[in-house]
């Protein structure tokens, strides 16, 4: 019996931290297992189906992102029948904890990933370099990483000076740069948006045979966000699952964004700042023509009055 029929994912928007984590390790232990990993680090692993999604989420993300107050992965499990292992953190620590390594360490060892069809390695930004860092203990998994950073060795990225406080700790040891240890994915999938000059960089790094990279122009430097308010997210999981996705799928998919305000902001005031009024005023026009966008309207009432 799947738990599309049951009352999962739980509601867990009310509770306390602690409450959520005593929680969390009860729906765990009933389902599969947990396991804390350190102070900063925990594991839940709910058990369903032959396809596994292995998240990496920070607990403040959940809290901001999911109605409900829960991993990625158990709306999953509801929506796909998925089995799903979560691997949270207490802030971004970008999972660099030897807790950790030897947790993944032990999932190898005791052949874990060999029970499933189809593994799937799924992160954003810090839990997207874990994604692909820790994607290296399932050969032969897919991987979906949006906007990750490859490492933060000052050696090597010394450019990235937005998370300095993380350079003194080691990142150039086991499950260390995220770029080499999606050698032995299936295939890696990156999203980013090209207009993010670090991002970018980031993504330049990941540049490998079995890697393929989509770009996400104006979608802004907080993609997961983005990607689950446009609701795509699942999607995107869906098609990486079935290895469906590519070029025309990404770009099908992201068609979603035509009716996505932030997105459509982001584009009005880059060609503002082009001082592209031409096609400023088609892009209010089409905007206004579709959707209730008081500031589209005005800004199209200046550009006309100006042609005029």
Not at 62 to 87: C, H, K, T, Y
Not at 195 to 208: G, I, N, P, V, Y
Request: proline share 5%; net charge negative.
């Amino acid at each position: 019996m799947t738990r599309q029929n049951q009352s999962f994912p739980p509601d867990l928007s009310r509770l306390s931290r602690s409450d959520w984590l005593a929680e969390l390790r009860h729906i765990g232990d009933a389902s599969g297992f947990s396991e804390p990993l350190g102070r900063h680090h925990a594991a839940v692993f709910v058990e369903e189906g032959d396809t596994l999604l292995v998240s990496f989420e920070s607990m403040s993300g959940i809290e901001a992102l999911s109605d409900r107050n829960v991993p990625l992965g158990f709306d999953m499990v509801a929506q796909n029948g998925w089995s799903s292992l979560s691997v949270l953190s207490h802030g971004d620590t970008w999972f660099r904890e030897p807790r950790v390594y030897g947790f993944f360490d032990q999932l190898l060892d005791d052949g874990f990933f060999d029970e499933f069809e189809r593994v799937i390695f799924y992160g954003a930004g810090p839990c997207g370099y874990a994604a692909a860092a820790y994607s290296v203990a399932a050969p032969g998994a897919r991987v979906l990483l949006l906007q990750p950073q490859a490492t933060l060795d000052p050696r090597v990225t010394e450019w990235d000076d937005r998370f300095v406080e993380m350079r003194r700790h080691d990142f150039t040891s086991r499950y260390g740069f995220a770029p080499d240890m999606i050698d032995a994915a299936q295939m890696a999938y990156l999203v980013y948006d090209p207009r993010e000059r670090l991002d970018a960089m980031h993504s330049a790094l990941f540049e490998r045979r079995n890697v393929r990279r989509f770009r996400a122009p104006f979608m802004g430097g907080a993609l997961q966000s983005e990607l689950r308010a446009l609701d795509i997210l699942p999607l995107l999981l869906e098609s990486v699952a079935e290895d469906k996705l590519d070029t025309a799928r990404f770009a099908e998919l992201l068609r979603a964004r035509r009716d996505h305000p932030p997105y459509l902001r982001k584009l009005l005031s880059r060609l503002d700042a082009d001082e592209r009024d031409g096609l400023s005023r088609l892009l209010c026009r089409n905007v206004v023509g579709r959707m209730h966008a008081p500031r589209f309207r005005r800004r199209l009432q200046q550009l006309e009055a100006q042609a005029e």
